[in-house]
């Protein structure tokens, strides 16, 4: 049981090009998220997805794309990197969608930086 | 004004000290409540889960929420060098897609 997995780790990317963040889980989770953590920002939470086939915009999803391609995978895409996207980048997932709170459960991050 | 306040820190105690951390809101909504721990270049995990008003503990860790005050605590006795990293507070509506409202995060150092 690997909970939520993260690829790649680590990322140097030059402005103007793309790339995709890769995020499985295997807990049979129905809600997933993406994060970005930036010092003195704390996280911030860019695009989730309550359960397959749904995806939402959070507090920074300008410059993001995602695609919650099934129920374990959810992907984040940057179409055109930029400097102010330089951040750590997380993904979580959680067991529950609706009306509960339920815990999050954090991949190891991947480090991004955009020259 | 952010919806969640957490004083960032550093916050350098030595071995066996008592950790104090708190966090402020401003939705009167949150009724669940979570800290978690990072660890350097590590994903957050959670710590602490509680439900409205009161205290949990868990070992050396208590948790306290005073929702009249909105305000919630993270207690650690006889801190360890090992409770070195970051502590985010972390709390939602019962309602939301379970989205979470996270403080900026604490920095602790427990000198030997």
């Known amino acids: 049981n690997a909970g939520v997995t993260q690829t790649p780790k680590f990322q140097v990317l030059k402005t103007g090009q793309s790339m995709t963040l890769q995020c499985a889980q295997d807990m049979n989770h129905n809600s997933m998220y993406w994060y970005r953590q930036d010092p003195g920002m704390g996280l911030r939470l860019i695009y989730y997805s309550a359960s397959e086939g749904t995806t939402d915009k959070g507090e920074v999803p300008n410059g993001y794309n995602v695609s919650r391609l099934n129920k374990r995978e959810f992907s984040l895409r940057l179409e055109s990197a930029a400097p102010s996207q330089t951040s750590v980048y997380f993904c979580a997932s959680s067991p529950t969608s609706g009306y509960r709170t339920d815990t999050q459960y954090f991949g190891p991050g991947t480090r991004l930086t955009v020259l | 004004q952010k919806e969640v306040e957490q004083d960032p820190g550093p916050l350098s105690v030595p071995e066996g000290a008592i950790v104090s951390l708190n966090c402020t809101y401003s939705?009167?909504?949150?009724?669940?409540f979570m800290w978690y721990r990072q660890y350097s270049r590590k994903g957050p995990e959670l710590l602490m889960y509680t439900y409205s008003s009161g205290n949990k503990e868990d070992g050396r860790f208590t948790a306290q929420v005073d929702k009249s005050s909105k305000y919630i605590s993270l207690f650690i006795r006889d801190s360890q060098p090992s409770d070195s990293a970051t502590y985010l507070c972390a709390m939602s509506p019962p309602y939301g897609n379970n989205r979470l409202a996270f403080g900026k995060g604490n920095q602790v150092v427990v000198i030997p």
């Open positions: 939705n009167s909504a949150f009724q669940y």
